[in-house]
């Protein structure tokens, strides 16, 4: 966006959540599979801001690792999780060093941020001159949140927390609450970030408090009023994350019909933010549609699939119960009912993988079919070839991998156990119930069966 002045954003992402009872990270705690740092991110980066620095602490190295993409200078280190005041003082050398006139902070529990809501709050910032401003929103049941107090003429005042504020002292409850989103001019606040202290319930150093600072020194300080918009509520507890999970939820899935996809049972359709699913396409929930997944038209994913980064090509159909992580089915394959393709698992144009079939870092050539019962793990199969209900691929010794490569229009019996590393000439036929441990060449029979005896059956 074009802001006047060079304006950066800070995330504070340090916390530990303690409210979510939980020893993971609360910023890395997932909404629709990815974590709720993301999401603020992904709002920031709408504004084209110069930059976007992100306070860690707690699980610092877990943070890093789950955004392995930022480079090492986006975070900085809050080693002691004193309050968001201490926070900001924590990052203030490095938003000095990239000398920039205004801040932009948000809180990184705040997942739903609509970017249109932080450029509002830029854009009142600098339209009036603001030193200080934050977003607010108004609640029913205004909770945990900071109160926002404003004066009789209705300019802000103070936030004050909930656990210092009291209700007579200010003639009965209070509904407006902070968003936890702040604009700040740098040189006009940097004289404050000092006059921070730690004397309230929490004995922790408040952010909240430059309001009140900034107002008592003559600062301009804005409260920018954004209504009732939910995507304004910070997430502390499991209650409130999938809260705000059902919101984005549902928002996610009226989009996609919106836009042409028909989505059977919405209510128990979850998809995530980044898959892609054209026009065109069929769903059945309850379903699970997560990561970079990609749907081309007239595909029909039927309901209990979990999708998770997987690519699917047009008309193709997912049959219930199936499982995809990382995998890709082209074009007019038939997938399922209960199949699990792990991994680089790759379904040629045409192919048909059935029940209790799980690939891994293999290849189901064009118009071939593994329809029950089968492991191919590490395998190459050709084109047009069967594998026979049972077909077990024996990739590992225990102590390394190995490849088995099938050739085209080759037929592989029932039960089969294929020893890699091994490989099958194409249309070269296997017998079923064999055990094979050496190649078989092409256009021929390999079996390994014992032959069949009769007995007279002892009494
Ligand atoms: C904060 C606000 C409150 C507001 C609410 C909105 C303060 C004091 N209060 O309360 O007015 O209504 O957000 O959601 O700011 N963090 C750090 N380092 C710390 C402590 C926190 O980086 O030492 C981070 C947390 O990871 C979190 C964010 O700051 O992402 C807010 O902290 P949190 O403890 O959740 O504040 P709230 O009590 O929700
Ligand atoms: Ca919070």
């Known amino acids: 966006m074009n802001t006047t002045r060079k304006t950066g ?9 303690t409210r979510m009872k939980s020893s993971k990270p609360k910023v890395l705690h997932t909404l629709l599979g990815e974590p709720m740092l993301w999401y603020v991110h992904r709002a920031l980066e709408v504004l084209s801001l110069s930059s976007i620095t992100t306070v860690i602490g707690h699980g610092a190295d877990q943070v890093r690792r789950a955004f392995a993409e930022l480079t090492d200078d986006a975070f900085v280190l809050q080693t002691e999780q004193r309050g968001t005041g201490h926070a900001l003082q924590e990052a203030w050398p490095a938003l000095k060093k990239q000398q920039l006139d205004a801040v932009l902070v948000a809180n990184g529990d705040t997942p739903l941020v609509p970017a249109a809501r932080l450029r509002q709050l830029v854009e009142e910032s600098e339209a009036r001159n603001a030193d200080i401003a934050f977003l607010t929103i108004s609640l029913d049941k205004p909770g945990a949140y900071g109160r926002v107090i404003r004066d009789e003429n209705g300019f802000a005042k103070a936030i004050v927390e909930a656990k210092d504020f009291h209700p007579e002292d200010h003639g009965g409850e209070v509904h407006e609450i902070n968003a936890g989103i702040y604009w700040l001019n740098m040189e006009r606040v940097a004289p404050l970030l000092g006059q921070l202290n730690n004397n309230n ?114 008309g193709s159909i997912i049959k219930a119960f199936t499982h995809l992580e990382n995998a890709q089915v082209d074009a007019s394959c038939q997938v399922g009912p209960y199949t699990r393709l792990r991994p680089s698992a790759h379904v040629c144009d045409g192919a048909k993988v059935g029940n209790f079939v799980e690939m891994k870092k293999s ?57 890699a590393p091994v490989e099958i000439g194409a249309k070269a036929l296997v017998g079923a119930g064999s055990v094979i441990t050496h190649n078989v060449s092409e256009n021929s029979l390999g079996i390994t069966r014992a032959k069949q005896k009769e007995l007279p059956r002892r009494k």
């Open 9 to 17: 954003a800070l995330v504070l992402a340090a916390g530990k959540g």
């Open 201 to 314: 319930a929490s004995g922790e150093f408040y952010i909240t408090d430059l309001v009140a600072l900034g107002v008592q020194q003559g600062l301009t300080v804005l409260a920018v009023d954004g209504g009732t918009d939910p995507g304004l509520l910070g997430v502390n507890s499991p209650a409130e994350l999938v809260r705000s999970e059902e919101l984005l939820r549902a928002q996610i899935v009226d989009g996609l019909l919106d836009s042409g996809v028909l989505v059977h049972n919405p209510a128990a359709a979850f998809i995530g933010p980044k898959a892609e699913i054209e026009p065109g396409c069929e769903l059945f929930g309850p379903l699970e549609i997560y990561g970079k997944s990609r749907i081309s038209g007239e595909t029909c994913v039927q309901s209990h699939c979990r999708i998770d980064s997987s690519v699917i090509g047009a």
């Open 363 to 419: 290849t189901l050539g064009k118009g071939s079919k593994a329809s029950h019962l089968t492991y191919l793990g590490d395998a190459q199969v050709g084109k047009d070839v069967n594998i026979g209900a049972g077909t077990i691929t024996c990739n590992y010794d225990g102590k390394n991998k190995y490849t088995t490569v099938i050739g085209d229009e080759s037929f592989i019996g029932s039960n089969t156990s294929l020893v």
